[in-house]
């Protein structure tokens, strides 16, 4: 191809993709001093104009000449804003890379353009599948290759390169015949209030408290699939993957906080959401710091998630049309608490919940549907 004259012109009006010129140097420099492209990306810190100069005016000119890179100037309200680019493509197979500049960020920017390119990708070269890449954390480029419906994402420990470093990396993909659209619901994590509690995220700060309550006997006792010992690391990855459980779909995490203190008093989660036979399930799981059972704390933690779970989606809900809740048969707490919350015992697995030392208990299974709740 020739450069620029055969670079197609891609838009939907608002965001134009269209080859770069000269005058894109100076705002492309600027945009690689932001620390969280720094943070992101493999650009090299510090980063100079004349990597600029080079990347614009030699490197890409170069790919499309040589149908190995395909990169666009993204271009908003007639302004460079950003640059998105597409590489490889031996065998109908090649990656997407983008960035924008901060002042346009979180307007829908990127998902345009990223529709645009792989729309290209498809159509333009006859590519069959387009894979996203990110360092673990990247929660902004997660979120866009998932609008534009990127799936299938696994986590690859070390399998990003920043600067010589090592880093985890998400991967997901899009195929040809794939809707450009979420492919998975992606949970919000609400805050609740009622009783004196509040549920909320989990934080970082959260971690000592998650610690202890993790390492308490009973907890250890009733919850055996914890780490044992349970350390201040284990209750730090914990905390760490909670915001993935809820952008790949499968549960809502929170923590259940004092409403003056704001002090975690446990955890609460509805899990099992993303069951591929039954879009309309969940699961509730829970755990308590040993300081603040005894107080009906649980119990008002999970009424606050039913009226959650119930609410339908288009209210902000999960829409869920059943709810289970699972407790070995002698943990008569936690029986308590799903009996009081009008769970009805549906079930008892024998020998289905094993302990540490290698006896094992029945397991007993609690239900509660929507309409018996919408007939409260
Ligand atoms: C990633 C990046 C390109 C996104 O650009 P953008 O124009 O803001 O993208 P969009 O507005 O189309 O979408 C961003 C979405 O992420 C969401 N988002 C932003 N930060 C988030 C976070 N920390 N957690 C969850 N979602 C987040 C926004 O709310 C928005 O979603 P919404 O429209 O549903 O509200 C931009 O942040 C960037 O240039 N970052 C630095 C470079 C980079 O990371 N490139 C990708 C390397 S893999």
């Not at 949970?187 to 408290?209: C, F, H, K, N, Y």
């Not at 044992?228 to 923590?255: C, M, N």
């Amino acid at each position: 191809m020739r450069f620029p004259e055969d670079v197609p012109v891609l838009s939907d009006g608002a965001v134009t993709l269209r080859a770069h010129t000269a005058d894109d140097v100076e705002p492309a420099y600027r945009m690689c001093q932001d620390p969280v492209m720094q943070q992101w990306t493999t650009i090299p810190v510090p980063y100079l104009r004349e990597h600029a100069v080079s990347f614009l005016t030699e490197q890409i000119p170069a790919g499309w000449r040589d149908n190995t890179m395909w990169a666009w100037a993204i271009e908003y309200d007639g302004t460079y804003v950003g640059t998105i680019d597409l590489r490889d493509g031996e065998g109908g197979v090649g990656e997407v890379g983008f960035a924008v500049s901060p002042e346009v960020r979180g307007r829908g920017v990127m998902t345009t353009a990223l529709k645009l390119a792989v729309r290209y990708a498809f159509d333009g070269l006859g590519w069959d599948r387009v894979i996203w890449r990110a360092y673990v954390g990247n929660f902004a480029s997660r979120r866009v290759a998932w609008k534009a419906g990127f799936g299938g994402l696994v986590t690859i420990p070390g399998g990003g390169r920043s600067r010589g470093v090592r880093k985890d990396e998400w991967v997901a993909s899009v195929g040809k015949d794939d809707e450009l659209a979420p492919r998975t619901p992606w949970w919000t994590i609400p805050v609740l209030e009622g009783g004196a509690i509040r549920l909320r995220e989990l934080r970082e700060s959260d971690a000592q408290r998650a610690m202890e309550a993790c390492s308490d006997e009973r907890t250890q006792h009733w919850l055996t699939g914890m780490p044992s010992p349970y350390l201040l690391d284990d209750a730090k990855a914990f905390i760490g993957s909670r915001p993935d459980e809820a952008a790949a779909g499968q549960a809502v995490p929170w923590a259940i906080a004092d409403a003056v203190t704001d002090e975690l008093l446990g955890n609460i989660s509805i899990f099992g959401l993303n069951n591929r036979m039954d879009r309309a399930v969940g699961e509730i799981g829970y755990w308590m710091h040993p300081d603040a059972r005894g107080r009906k704390v649980m119990s008002t933690a999970v009424g606050l998630a039913i009226g959650h779970a119930f609410r339908p989606v288009e209210d902000g809900g999960l829409g869920r049309l059943r709810l289970v809740l699972k407790c070995a048969a002698t943990n008569t707490a936690s029986a308590h608490v799903a009996e009081i919350n009008g769970f009805t015992r549906v079930g008892n697995e024998r020998r289905a919940d094993p302990r540490r030392d290698g006896t094992r208990d029945d397991l007993l299974t609690y239900d509660l549907l929507a309409e018996e709740y919408a007939a409260r």
